[in-house]
């Protein structure tokens, strides 16, 4: 199984950007999609997730500027991040996960400027 993440870069607060996780593989419409978020020094931390259902769920600090949805089609999940602060600078990952079978990607670099 294959997980790739896209779409990070190097932005100015307040800008926006769309990353994109695909998997390969798998069953993908059956499985929950996470988006983690990593720093240097630090643990590895929840974004948003969306169920196989649809049903979404996000971290307080990206409430009312991220939005995650899926295209299970494509077998690809989005997260759609807008005014975009330093503090969202990280490594974003994400996260395929069926009950105990899950996969991880290899991340993608996300650097928000003043």
């Known amino acids: 199984v294959q997980v790739v993440e896209s779409g990070g870069g190097l932005v100015q607060a307040g800008g926006s950007l769309r990353l994109s996780c695909a998997a390969s593989e798998v069953n993908f419409s059956k499985y929950g999609i996470t988006w983690f978020r990593q720093t240097p020094g630090k643990e590895r931390e929840f974004v948003a997730t969306?169920?196989?259902?649809?049903?979404?769920f996000y971290h307080d600090s990206v409430k009312g500027r991220f939005a995650i949805s899926r295209d299970n089609a494509k077998a690809t999940v989005y997260l759609q991040m807008n005014s975009l602060k330093p503090e969202d600078t990280a490594v974003y990952y994400c996260n395929v996960r069926l009950s105990s079978d899950q996969y991880w990607g290899q991340g993608t670099q996300v650097t928000v400027s003043i």
């Open positions: 969306i169920y196989s259902s649809g049903t979404t």
